[in-house]
């Protein structure tokens, strides 16, 4: 083997392991990107975890608790103490929230409603409003639609709900 074939394969040698630690450098940073893509600062969003509300149906002047979640994806899940009284019962709640402001929210959140027999009726779409008061305090605002079961042909029930809530904490006993 002459001297010239060793330096080219020495030079190959430099140029693969160079290739290699710029595919390695450049696979860390976009391993890292998606998660600071998932939220506009790269951190939480104040409203994600789940809330301890108090809803208040305006109209039949009538309140009680639930709770909503709100997760990094842009879910939201909810489920109340009025779900399955007075009858008819209800679905679990599901749906979608946005950020609309510094410290505004909006969400459109359904569920179905059904007979007797078990049948589904009708969907019932919420839109609500929050807004972050503080860290942990909700407050908010918000409208809901009757539906056929598949979404469609929606009326507004002119039953607005007004609610208070506050940010639930992961506790040891």
């Not at 392991?17 to 890292?32: D, K």
């Not at 600062?41 to 104040?46: E, F, Q, T, V």
């Not at 809330?51 to 489920?79: D, M, P």
């Not at 908010?140 to 598949?150: D, L, R, S």
Request: glycine share 10%; hydrophobic share 40%.
């Amino acid at each position: 083997m002459s001297i010239a074939s060793f330096g080219n394969r020495t030079g190959m040698k430099r140029k693969v392991g160079a290739l290699l630690l710029a595919a390695a450098v450049l696979s860390i940073g976009s391993v890292s990107q998606p998660a600071t893509a998932q939220s506009e600062s790269g951190l939480r969003a104040p409203i994600e975890g789940t809330w301890i509300l108090e809803v208040h149906r305006v109209t039949q002047n009538f309140t009680f608790t639930a709770f909503q979640s709100f997760t990094a994806g842009g879910v939201t899940l909810a489920t109340g103490t009025a779900d399955r009284t007075p009858p008819p019962p209800i679905s679990p709640l599901y749906g979608t929230w946005k950020r609309t402001g510094d410290n505004s929210y909006a969400t459109s959140l359904s569920f179905f409603i059904f007979d007797p027999a078990g049948n589904a009726v009708a969907m019932l779409q919420n839109y609500e409003t929050f807004h972050l008061n503080a860290y942990n305090e909700i407050v908010g605002t918000g409208e809901a639609y009757v539906c056929e079961p598949t979404g469609d042909n929606c009326v507004n029930t002119n039953s607005p709900i007004t609610f208070t809530g506050k940010l639930m904490k992961a506790q040891r006993p």
